[in-house]
C-alpha cells in the first residue's frame, strides 16, 4: 500500500514538472512576436451635445490604451528575453527579421 501510494505521487510530481517543461523555440516565438507587436497609441473622444428642444444633453467619454509587453523599451529586446524565458533557448532569428512583423 506504501509503495502505490509513493508511485502515485511520484507519478504527480512529474506530471508537475511536465507542465513547467519549455516549449519549443518556434512555437515561443510566434507568441512572443504577438505580445511585442506594435499596439494603437493612447488615444481617447470626449463629446458633448445640447439640443435645441429644451434642457437635453447628451455626454460620452472612450479611452483605448495599448501597451506592448517592452514597455518603451527595444521590442526586439523584449522579443529575445520573452523567447528565452517560454523555451529556454535564444530565438532562431531576430525580430527585425522575421516576415510576420509589422513594428
Given at each position: 500500500?506504501?509503495?502505490a501510494?509513493?508511485?502515485?505521487?511520484?507519478?504527480?510530481?512529474?506530471?508537475?514538472?511536465?507542465?513547467?517543461?519549455?516549449?519549443?523555440?518556434?512555437?515561443?516565438?510566434?507568441?512572443?512576436?504577438?505580445?511585442?507587436?506594435?499596439?494603437?497609441?493612447?488615444?481617447?473622444?470626449?463629446?458633448?451635445?445640447?439640443?435645441?428642444?429644451?434642457?437635453?444633453?447628451?455626454?460620452?467619454?472612450?479611452?483605448?490604451?495599448g501597451?506592448?509587453?517592452?514597455?518603451?523599451?527595444?521590442?526586439?529586446?523584449?522579443?529575445?528575453?520573452?523567447?528565452?524565458?517560454?523555451?529556454?533557448?535564444?530565438?532562431?532569428?531576430?525580430?527585425?527579421?522575421?516576415?510576420?512583423?509589422?513594428?
Amino acid at each position: 500500500m506504501r509503495a502505490a501510494r509513493a508511485y502515485g505521487l511520484l507519478a504527480a510530481g512529474a506530471v508537475a514538472l511536465a507542465a513547467c517543461a519549455p516549449i519549443p523555440v518556434q512555437e515561443a516565438e510566434a507568441q512572443c512576436a504577438r505580445l511585442v507587436g506594435p499596439r494603437a497609441p493612447i488615444s481617447g473622444e470626449i463629446g458633448l451635445g445640447v439640443t435645441s428642444g429644451g434642457p437635453r444633453t447628451t455626454a460620452s467619454v472612450g479611452l483605448n490604451i495599448g501597451v506592448p509587453i517592452g514597455g518603451n523599451g527595444d521590442p526586439s529586446a523584449a522579443f529575445d528575453r520573452c523567447v528565452y524565458n517560454k523555451s529556454g533557448r535564444m530565438p532562431t532569428r531576430p525580430l527585425y527579421a522575421r516576415t510576420d512583423w509589422k513594428g
